[in-house]
């Protein structure tokens, strides 16, 4: 199957400070990649549709001058973490797919540490 | 609006056994996809099996069956004969005819007993 890294794997930052997340189709091209965050033993939970050369469409409730998403060519999505606070330490995860009735592709997903 | 149940949080099935987890929907898309997808302690989403909501016939992937009753909205996944490395999390998933969007339930922990 297509193969979608993320980078960092896991980053610890300091309160206040921003940390870019990266999300990148290998093999093939995504014209929407997904953005989820999950704590620790609950589900995923969608946060952003990350759309190639468009803004981002964010789900109710998720703040979109805190998650700033990036989409800027068919292979990469960022997600930035602004201003991180300890409340926003979780597991980031990203996804790509060619249609919604085929598989989705994920990351490995990038553990956030904010002291 | 729509939404994915599971509602059995935990469950446990002996070795070489079967089990099924239990996963309703609720959609007003006449045209949805039904995915399962396996989160072992990695972390790592593997896919394991998808159903649509036009296909005459269950799914089937290996070990995994998909049991999709339509009038009842429900896809429940069963494993047949367990694997102790089938112990993780397993999450049920619904995408809608107009986006891609794959929202999920809640999950079912799997423990596998030797």
């Known amino acids: 199957g297509a193969v979608v890294s993320q980078h960092p794997s896991w980053v610890i930052c300091k309160s206040g400070t921003s940390v870019k997340i990266e999300c990148r189709s290998l093999d093939f091209q995504a014209t929407t990649m997904f953005w989820y965050r999950q704590f620790p033993k609950q589900s995923l939970m969608l946060m952003a549709t990350s759309n190639e050369g468009s803004k981002a469409t964010y789900e109710q409730g998720v703040e979109k001058d805190k998650f700033l998403i990036n989409h800027a060519s068919l292979t990469l999505s960022t997600l930035t973490v602004t201003s991180a606070h300890p409340e926003d330490s979780s597991f980031y995860i990203c996804?790509?797919?060619?249609?919604?009735?085929?598989?989705?592709?994920f990351g490995p997903g990038t553990r956030l540490t904010v002291l | 609006a729509q939404k994915i149940t599971q509602t059995q949080p935990g469950m446990f099935v002996q070795e070489k056994e079967a089990v099924t987890l239990d996963c309703t929907y609720d959609?007003?898309?006449?045209?949805?996809?039904l995915f399962w997808y396996k989160q072992p302690s990695s972390g790592e989403m593997i896919f394991l099996i998808y159903q649509g909501s036009y296909d005459q016939q269950n799914a089937t992937e290996g070990r995994y069956s998909l049991n999709f009753q339509k009038a009842r909205k429900s896809a429940n996944l069963v494993i047949s004969a367990s694997q102790l490395g089938d112990s993780a999390m397993y999450f049920c998933g619904l995408t809608m005819d107009s986006s891609y969007k794959l929202i999920f339930g809640s999950g079912t922990r799997l423990l596998v007993r030797p």
């Open positions: 996804s790509a797919g060619t249609g919604p009735y085929n598989e989705q592709f």
């Open positions: 959609t007003s898309d006449p045209s949805y996809g």
